[in-house]
């Protein structure tokens, strides 16, 4: 078995955000870090986003699924982030929804590609993780 690259999203989203807007800030930051769509494993946020159908619709148009993070675990991503909002960490307990979702969905391993990306009240960072390839 050898090792390939994939990648979580996470998105952090103010209320009522479309899943328009969700897609275009996923891809602008799949552009940053010159990615295409055929490694994302799935989308990640708080459990507080499980209401928010603009990211079920962005998931199901990009046919992913989404891991809803407990806010103890994203907690647990903070001395990862890199990133810090004040509203962020207000509304979510974390100081980057986006960032320790991706953090908290790829596990011990994971690692940010780089600050989240914003556009209007989005937000997406991209995380790696190593996944096992089946040589057959």
């Known amino acids: 078995m050898s090792a390939r690259k994939a990648f979580i999203a996470g998105i952090g989203c103010g209320k009522g955000a479309g899943g328009n807007e969700i897609r275009a800030t996923l891809d602008r930051a799949m552009a940053i870090h010159n990615l295409g769509y055929e490694d994302l494993k799935c989308l990640a946020t708080g459990v507080g986003k499980m209401e928010e159908h603009g990211l079920r619709d962005a998931a199901d148009a990009l046919k992913l699924d989404i891991a809803y993070i407990e806010e103890a675990v994203l907690a647990a991503c903070d001395d990862r982030l890199l990133s810090r909002s004040p509203v962020s960490l ?4 974390t100081a980057s929804l986006s960032e320790a979702a991706a953090l908290a969905a790829g596990g011990p391993s994971a ?3 780089g600050p989240r990306v914003a556009l209007g009240k989005v937000t ?3 995380a790696q993780i190593d996944v096992s390839e089946d040589p057959s």
């Open 124 to 126: 997406c960072a991209l």
């Open 111 to 113: 690692a940010l590609l």
């Open 90 to 93: 207000r509304e979510t307990g």
